[in-house]
């Protein structure tokens, strides 16, 4: 099982939480949380440095200075394909691009760093799991009513 199947993995595992059953529902909540934990420790360290999360800040504050404003000085928000969106002001794009340059140049280690951090994570993603103790539950213990879709869900944790 790769790293990114981990996170498959408690997608599909949410949709088994009614299963019936005491010890196959046993084994899902167990590995639910198990899961979760390990998912929780991976997302750890991803986690964007202080300094990065600061650079986000600085650049959506310029990104609001330089935006269209509606009638109470705030940026105004536009609808595009089901987002809520705001845009530069058309007079202020060649000022906001001037600025953005700026910042990007002033936080270039920065970014750097953290363009470094998200290409580990998608190698890791990759990589095979090590460590994820599943709790099993036997064949005999599985319901009847279980689906084929339900089973490969499951699968992982069937002895």
């Not at 929780?40 to 650079?55: C, H, I, L």
């Not at 090590?130 to 689906?147: A, C, F, I, R, S």
């Amino acid at each position: 099982m790769k790293n990114i199947d981990v996170f498959n993995l408690q997608q599909s595992i949410n949709e088994l939480l009614d299963v019936r059953g005491i010890k196959l529902a046993y084994a899902i909540a167990k590995n639910k949380r198990i899961i979760d934990e390990e998912i929780k420790a991976m997302r750890e360290s991803v986690k964007p440095s202080e300094a990065f999360t600061a650079y986000e800040k600085e650049a959506r504050l310029l990104f609001e200075n330089y935006a269209i404003l509606d009638k109470n000085g705030k940026p105004k928000k536009f609808t595009e394909n089901g987002q809520e969106v705001i845009k530069i002001d058309p007079e202020k794009v060649g000022e906001h691009k001037a600025a953005g340059e700026a910042l990007q140049e002033r936080h270039a280690e920065t970014i750097k760093e953290r363009e470094g951090q998200i290409e580990d994570w998608n190698k890791f993603l990759q990589e095979e799991h090590e460590g994820l103790d599943l709790h099993k539950v036997k064949e005999e213990n599985l319901n009847d009513n279980l689906t084929a879709k339900q089973i490969s869900i499951i699968f992982e944790f069937i002895e």
